[in-house]
């Protein structure tokens, strides 16, 4: 399934942009000169960078794979961002070939790259929508043909309520999808934390490039008990809100040294 008439967009390589600045930080190729110029800038502020960027996104496959086994087969993945393999529903799909996966993003270049990498491959559509306009998305027509609100969901919000102001109400906005969701559906979320590290010094000034670049992406880094309560009407399930790489880890259990300077939070919660 695709969703074609996509906004034709000119591609604005005089500016960087987070998410081709973030497929970059995951070693993707979908990205400029002038975004690697400023990424490298930020990794050479706050290394750190890297290793979030990538342990965010091996949270986010084993999240999937772990819902794909509990027997979801349907999933909402909003904020997208430029695909960059193994995306959702090759995850899901490697599970439960049946799975079917809507992708959502507001950024109009984020569609120049669905088409060859999250659609044509059976179950899966794409459009663009905003994560603050919940009525909007869950009334889309591509909703409405991939995802059986009678039958669990799993809602993925990975890496995108950092960038929603607390003035945007996030959790009412978590509220507003979890009401739409019947009992058994899962929530997976990660978001940024300033918890484990100085928002001054170098750390500080990586958060800067991307103002002062003209990424035009402001980071609003939350505690352990603001990204808490967007779990709120969700049951954590095992092992709770960690950093992510401590989320059901497949491999060693990451050091106390490796986990000392990641800033993000991650969990996946269920609807009783």
Do not use: C
């Not at 909003?78 to 695909?83: A, L, M, N, V």
């Not at 659609?119 to 998305?137: A, H, K, Q, V």
């Not at 739409?180 to 590290?197: M, N, Q, R, V």
């Amino acid at each position: 399934m695709t969703e074609q008439g996509f906004p034709v967009v000119e591609i604005d390589t005089s500016r960087p942009h987070p998410a081709r600045m973030y497929d970059y930080y995951l070693g993707g190729r979908d990205n400029y000169e002038v975004d690697r110029d400023a990424a490298q800038k930020v990794i050479d502020l706050f290394p750190d960078i890297v290793p979030m960027a990538q342990g965010n996104r091996r949270f986010m496959h084993r999240a999937v794979r772990f819902l794909a086994q509990s027997g979801v087969r349907q999933f909402i993945d909003i904020g997208t961002g430029i695909p960059a393999p193994p995306n959702t529903h090759q995850v899901a799909q490697q599970v439960a070939p049946d799975a079917r996966i809507a992708y959502v993003d507001n950024d109009p270049i984020v569609a120049t790259y669905a088409g060859a990498h999250l659609l044509g491959s059976g179950n899966t559509g794409f459009f663009l929508g905003d994560l603050r306009d919940p009525e909007s998305i869950l009334g889309h027509p591509t909703i409405s043909e991939l995802i059986d609100f009678d039958q669990p969901v799993g809602l993925m919000l990975v890496a995108i309520l950092h960038f929603i102001s607390d003035d945007e109400d996030p959790a009412g906005l978590v509220a507003a999808y979890r009401d739409a969701l019947p009992a058994g559906s899962h929530l997976i979320l990660s978001h940024t934390t300033g918890d484990f590290h100085q928002l001054d010094g170098d750390a500080g000034e990586a958060r800067d490039v991307y103002e002062t670049k003209g990424a035009t992406a402001t980071l609003h880094l939350r505690s352990y008990e603001q990204v808490l309560a967007f779990f709120d009407g969700f049951e954590l399930v095992d092992p709770g809100l960690v950093q992510p790489p401590l989320w059901r880890p497949d491999g060693p259990v990451p050091t106390h040294q490796e986990l000392a300077h990641n800033g993000f939070y991650g969990g996946v919660g269920v609807k009783r």
